[in-house]
């Protein structure tokens, strides 16, 4: 019987690693596909305290991981196909080789995906330019010319932010008006730096090893123009990593995870949750890592007080 059992390798999970193999939980951390979550295929990060100079998503996290395996984490490179939750635990993980583990607590921080257009220059040219956060990447992009790709709330947001960066900022829409919320849209198109092209997708985008440019298709003539840019930002949304807690945990309507106000507990005793599968708001590296301490806390807490 294990004490602890992280699912998730982001910000979020080995910061609960980190936490709690330091208070002696001797946590196991079920890493997913890939160790160290959505961060490691980012290329320069500029906005984690502590780091002055720009340094890569993927030694960012290498660092996290070797700082919570010095205390003790113990990390299971595989995937959680299946939960058995019950109130106050003990709780049961099965894995995708089937292995199961059993613990008495579980902190979930199995993040969240960007939605994609499912181009294959958005896989190619991920990090060189094509970017689904615009906080995150659009200071990269100071005095240039950009793509939004989205009509939404969140377009509006991530265009509107762009431009305090970018020279220009465009936005390619399906439709001939948007789907975001009134205020959000009358900012946006009262904005001199926004423009907007209707009724069209982007089809393509160009360019070798950096964002050069895309190709926009209109999808009522079905005419095709490139387009010259050097970003490429896909606002579309976003969708928790959490169909493992599907009917087992309180989801939000959109699919998060969901928490008691100031805390990480979720619906069901000795279950915490943490990062982006539980922060449809913020999700930033900083804010995972602080909800993932948070976690730990909440665990190392609740353990202590039941099973003391």
């Known amino acids: 019987m294990e004490n602890l059992v992280i699912i998730g390798s982001g910000p979020a999970g080995l910061t609960s690693a980190l936490y709690s193999s330091r208070a002696m939980l001797s946590p196991v951390l079920v890493s997913g596909t890939i160790m160290g979550g959505q961060l490691t295929q980012t290329s ?34 595989s995937q959680v196909k299946t939960l ?36 294959e220059a958005e896989k190619r040219l991920l990090g060189k330019g094509v970017s689904a956060c615009a906080t995150c990447d659009g200071a990269f992009f100071r005095n240039m010319p950009v793509i939004v790709v989205g009509g939404g709330d969140t377009a509006m ?13 465009t936005v390619v829409h399906r439709r001939d008006k948007l789907r975001a919320s009134k205020i959000m849209a009358d900012r946006a198109m009262k904005n001199p730096k926004i423009k907007f092209v209707w009724d069209s997708e982007v089809s393509d985008i160009l360019g070798s090893e950096q964002v050069e440019g895309v190709k926009i298709k209109n999808l009522k003539s079905g005419a095709e123009h490139e387009f010259p840019c050097k970003g490429y930002f896909a606002a579309l949304g976003h969708l928790p990593n959490t ?56 665990a190392e807490r609740w353990l202590e007080s039941v099973h003391s």
């Not at 320069?44 to 984490?73: C, H, R, V, W």
């Not at 995708?96 to 939605?115: K, V």
Request: glycine share 12%; with cysteine.
């Open 44 to 77: 320069d990060i500029e906005n984690y305290p502590g780091f002055p100079e720009p340094l890569s998503g993927f030694d960012l996290m290498m660092n996290f991981q070797k700082q919570a395996e010095k205390f003790g984490t113990r990390i299971k490179n």
């Open 84 to 119: 058995e939750l019950k109130n106050g635990g003990p709780h049961k993980v099965l894995l995708d080789g089937g292995e199961q583990i059993e613990c008495r607590s579980l902190i979930i921080a199995t993040g969240a995906s960007p939605r994609w257009l499912g181009l």
């Open 157 to 169: 947001e991530e265009a509107s932010f762009l431009t305090r960066f970018a020279e220009t900022v």
């Open 243 to 298: 169909e493992i807690a599907r009917g087992k945990l309180e989801l939000d309507e959109l699919g998060y995870i969901k928490i008691k106000a100031g805390s990480s507990y979720t619906s069901i005793e000795g279950v915490f949750a943490a990062g982006d599968c539980a922060d449809h708001v913020y999700r930033q590296a900083i804010t995972a890592a602080g909800m993932g301490c948070r976690a730990a806390i909440d």
